[in-house]
């Protein structure tokens, strides 16, 4: 099980909630659709549209995005990493802040405690409730 841990909206607060797995994967999921998205939107521009209402890409940029995706990333030319880069730009600020959320800062941008603290117990929590489990333990 993935633990993410929030702080509550106001910073004098530092009771803290975890956040389930499916929840991170909801707000990615949702940038990732965005992104799905965009491309589709670029992809049908480049189509032609025929009079029975399909779409048709051309031949060119068939093979052209066909090698892509059988290129590795770090053989990919600079260009289309920076594609790649821009659109990893569009979910980084949910890991963002989620981590800020995980380690928390104080007023001079350092680290707090608390929510470390607060993090490794309940990560010792969770394996102890793991063990317990797997040796068929309330």
């Known amino acids: 099980m993935l633990v993410l841990l929030e702080r509550k909206s106001r910073p004098e607060e530092t009771e803290i ?3 389930s797995e ?3 994967i909801e707000k990615l999921a949702d940038k990732e659709h965005a992104s799905w998205s965009r491309w589709m939107e670029y992809l049908f521009s480049r189509c032609e549209k025929q009079p ?3 779409y048709v890409i051309s031949e060119s940029d068939f093979f ?7 290129t590795p990333y770090n ?24 981590v800020s959320d995980l380690i928390g800062e104080d007023e001079h941008g350092g680290i707090k405690d608390e929510p470390i603290s ?3 117990n309940t990560m010792r929590n969770t394996f102890r409730a793991e063990l317990r ?5 309330k």
């Open 64 to 70: 052209h995005w066909y090698d892509e995706l059988k």
């Open 118 to 120: 607060a993090f490794r």
């Open 133 to 137: 489990k797997k040796a068929g333990l």
């Open 52 to 54: 029975d209402g399909r």
């Open 75 to 98: 053989s990919l030319s600079e260009k289309v990493k920076e594609s790649d880069r821009k659109e990893v730009a569009h979910i980084l600020p949910i890991i963002k802040q989620y």
């Open 17 to 19: 909630n975890t956040m």
């Open 22 to 24: 499916e929840q991170l």
